[in-house]
Nanobody
Framework: QVHLVESGGGLVQPGGSLTLSCVASDDIADYYTIGWFRQGPGKEREGVSCIRIAEESIWYEDSVEGRFTISGDNAKNTVYLQMNGLKPEDTGVYYC????????????????????WGQGTQVTVSS
């Protein structure tokens, strides 16, 4: 069982930045695929970005590529999502997810398949 705790959400104006953190209770560097997902108001949950830290394999959803950066800190068992140039359509609850094994970053983010989920952190982009 891996526990995931997200933090860093909040209210930000359009064009602003936030950094989300996901702290895991287990070593996630080598055997997990980690992802950030979001669910906006009235929308289905979608994959935002996924990473396999040891392989430096990363996937981004098209609308966030170039604005968001996912990264991992092995020593802290933490995955970050740096979000720049935020837009109102980025508003939603952001969830961290982790799957053990060899699930590819694209497979995880596109299908939404994951074994463990965090409770989510709210991101609101509004003027």
């Amino acid at each position: 069982q891996v526990h995931l705790v997200e933090s860093g959400g909040g209210l930000v104006q359009p064009g602003g930045s936030l950094t989300l953190s996901c702290v895991a209770s287990d070593d996630i560097a080598d055997y997990y695929t980690i992802g950030w997902f979001r669910q906006g108001p009235g929308k289905e949950r979608e994959g935002v970005s996924c990473i396999r830290i040891a392989e430096e394999s990363i996937w981004y959803e098209d609308s966030v590529e170039g604005r968001f950066t996912i990264s991992g800190d092995n020593a802290k068992n933490t995955v970050y999502l740096q979000m720049n140039g935020l837009k109102p359509e980025d508003t939603g609850v952001y969830y961290c997810a982790a799957t053990p094994g060899w699930l590819g970053v694209d497979a995880m983010c596109i299908t939404g398949r994951s074994t463990f989920w965090g409770q989510g952190t709210q991101v609101t982009v509004s003027s």
